[in-house]
Nanobody, 116 residues
Framework: QVQLVESGGGLVQPGGSLRLSCAAS????????MSWYRQAPGKERELVATISTGGAIISYADSVKGRFTISRDNAKNTLYLQMNSLKPEDTAVYYCNKYPYSDNYWGKGTLVTVSS
């Protein structure tokens, strides 16, 4: 059974940092491009960052470029998102999924709240 479990979210002040993790089970992470997505209250889900199977090719949404870093550890079947210089507009539920996403792969997400 495919499962993606996101963790690492929480409440952080503007300018702070968080590191999100996404643990995959039921499939081999290394075979797929993977992405982080987020959905803010009242908004559409958006693509945040994407990483190729081996990690050599990475892309970011303009809104997070220079502040967020996506990485992966295929040996641990885990995806990461390091988020620095967080802004209130980064507040959202963050999800990991394949790229392009698969509806069968959505997890519960992890809530990131950036507020003073």
């Amino acid at each position: 059974q495919v499962q993606l479990v996101e963790s690492g979210g929480g409440l952080v002040q503007p300018g702070g940092s968080l590191r999100l993790s996404c643990a995959a089970s039921g499939f081999t992470l290394s075979l797929y491009r993977m992405s982080w997505y987020r959905q803010a209250p009242g908004k559409e889900r958006e693509l945040v960052a994407t990483i190729s199977t081996g990690g050599a090719i990475i892309s970011y949404a303009d809104s997070v470029k220079g502040r967020f870093t996506i990485s992966r550890d295929n040996a641990k079947n885990t995806l990461y998102l390091q988020m620095n210089s967080l802004k209130p507009e980064d507040t959202a539920v963050y999800y990991c999924n394949k790229y392009p996403y698969s509806d069968n792969y959505w997890g519960k997400g992890t809530l990131v709240t950036v507020s003073s």
